[in-house]
T-cell receptor, first 110, second 113 residues
Framework: AQSVTQLDSHVSVSEGTPVLLRCNYS??????LFWYVQHPNKGLQLLLK??????LVKGINGFEAEFKKSETSFHLTKPSAHMSDAAEYFC????????FGAGTRLFVKA | EAQVTQNPRYLITVTGKKLTVTCSQN?????MSWYRQDPGLGLRQIYY???????DKGDVPEGYKVSRKEKRNFPLILESPSPNQTSLYFC????????????FGPGTRLTVT
């Protein structure tokens, strides 16, 4: 079965330190993959997307993700966390039957 | 402006009183879907539609109905709402030509008492 697994339900970092949010997927074909962010009491915003072009994808607000087929991973990173990055992040496998990961809540400490 | 709209944004209702949440998109997307979001469970797909008159069940379809009579509209119908349908609902649209990148509506917060 197709699935998306976000390996951490919560991640806590200090402001100015790197962020790593982990996502593994399963798919019988090369998938399109996305990261979305949801700030408290807000809707979902697209951060970045992978659609079988470059494996290193750059998104908004300094985020990037690397598609690694051998590891079936699509981890989200940012070199330096900002307080405004505190939010919930969803890894998503695209398709007519879209699959969401359960989400990772990012906490940023001052 | 490309957008997905949902109405109402907030709704409090009572058990058993039929309700409809509307969803409309202006991007001519073939694909539309409904999700519910509950704490700790992420977003779960309720129903999706690949085009006009083509719909299929997602992961949690029980208690919901949908219809797709026009390409731009995809209403979600709760014939007899129950308290376990209290949730935050999102409509989304996408297109295969854009790798199914989902465009989300602002959400509808539904409370069933």
């Amino acid at each position: 079965a197709q699935s998306v697994t976000q390996l951490d339900s919560h991640v806590s970092v200090s402001e100015g330190t790197p962020v790593l949010l982990r996502c593994n997927y399963s798919s019988s074909y090369s998938p399109s993959l996305f990261w979305y962010v949801q700030h408290p009491n807000k809707g979902l915003q697209l951060l970045l997307k992978y659609t079988s072009a470059a494996t290193l994808v750059k998104g908004i607000n300094g985020f990037e993700a690397e598609f690694k087929k051998s590891e079936t991973s699509f981890h989200l990173t940012k070199p330096s966390a900002h307080m405004s990055d505190a939010a919930e992040y969803f890894c998503v496998r695209g398709g007519f039957k879209t699959i969401f990961g359960a989400g990772t809540r990012l906490f940023v400490k001052a | 402006e490309a957008q997905v709209t949902q109405n109402p944004r907030y709704l409090i209702t009572v058990t058993g009183k039929k309700l409809t949440v509307t969803c409309s998109q202006n991007m001519n997307h073939e694909y539309m879907s409904w999700y519910r979001q509950d704490p700790g469970l992420g977003l779960r797909q309720i129903y999706y539609s690949m085009n006009v008159e083509v719909t299929d069940k997602g992961d949690v379809p029980e208690g919901y109905k949908v219809s797709r009579k026009e390409k731009r509209n995809f209403p979600l119908i709760l014939e007899s709402p129950s308290p376990n349908q209290t949730s935050l609902y999102f409509c989304a649209s996408s297109s295969p030509s854009k790798a199914y990148e989902q465009y989300f509506g602002p959400g509808t917060r539904l409370t069933v008492t």
